[in-house]
T-cell receptor, first 113, second 116 residues
């Protein structure tokens, strides 16, 4: 079955620096790769996504890149702010079998002021 | 637009007791999911409904977990009897399947279950 690995598990950056989180997936049939942000006591919230026919997508300070050949995708956050501190999950979804979304284990991001 | 509603927010029970969680998805969302999130891990799918039918329950421990979505709207997830390892946050999510290529998940805040 599909497996999504995420690194690092914890990331600490200084305010204003960039943060990069990397994920790999195993199922080459996966075609949709969302990123979710989870704050304490809340459910995950979608912040950006990318489809397999696109190599890069940007939304203000966040961007995602996808390398289909290597089955890698990454989240980039620039000019980090304290409110970016949260747990970030990558995920992969295959287009068959009920569109199951498989999540990575998460990265806890600390942004130090 | 109202989000996904879940209750209760917290539940503490002893092992071998039973517990039930409730979820009301976003209006119009045909697909409903229950995820289990153990501390320090990503959400793991337990069961997926399309309207009131089960699409995927391959990861649901059916000897103790059950779920239903009788009228294709609200859903309940039950655990009976609970084990210590069931301690986790139970997340409900919904999605709109109007466009199958645009299935974004909307999560509720979850129910945090502690089994003592």
């Amino acid at each position: 079955g599909e497996n999504v690995e995420q690194h690092p598990s914890t990331l600490s950056v200084q305010e204003g620096d960039s943060a990069v989180i990397k994920c790999t997936y195993s199922d080459s049939a996966s075609n949709y790769f969302p990123w979710y942000k989870q704050e304490l006591g809340k459910g995950p919230q979608l912040i950006i996504d990318i489809r397999s026919n696109v190599g890069e997508k940007k939304d203000q300070r966040i961007a995602v890149t996808l390398n289909k050949t290597a089955k890698h995708f990454s989240l980039h956050i620039t000019e980090t702010q304290p409110e970016d501190s949260a747990v970030y999950f990558c995920a992969a979804r295959r287009p068959t079998g009920g569109f199951k979304t498989i999540f990575g284990a998460g990265t806890r991001l600390f942004v130090k002021a | 637009e109202a989000g996904v509603a879940q209750s209760p927010r917290y539940k503490i029970i002893e092992k071998r007791q039973s517990v039930a969680f409730w979820c009301n998805p976003i209006s119009g969302h045909a697909t409903l999911y229950w995820y289990q999130q153990i501390l320090g891990q990503g959400p793991k799918l337990l069961i997926q409904f399309q309207n009131n039918g089960v699409v995927d329950d391959s990861q649901l421990p059916k000897d103790r977990f059950s779920a239903e979505r009788l009228k294709g709207v609200d859903s309940t997830l039950k655990i009976q009897p609970a084990k210590l390892e069931d301690s986790a946050v139970y997340l409900c999510a919904s999605s709109h399947v109007g466009d199958p290529t645009n299935e974004k998940l909307f999560f509720g805040s979850g129910t945090q279950l502690s089994v003592l």
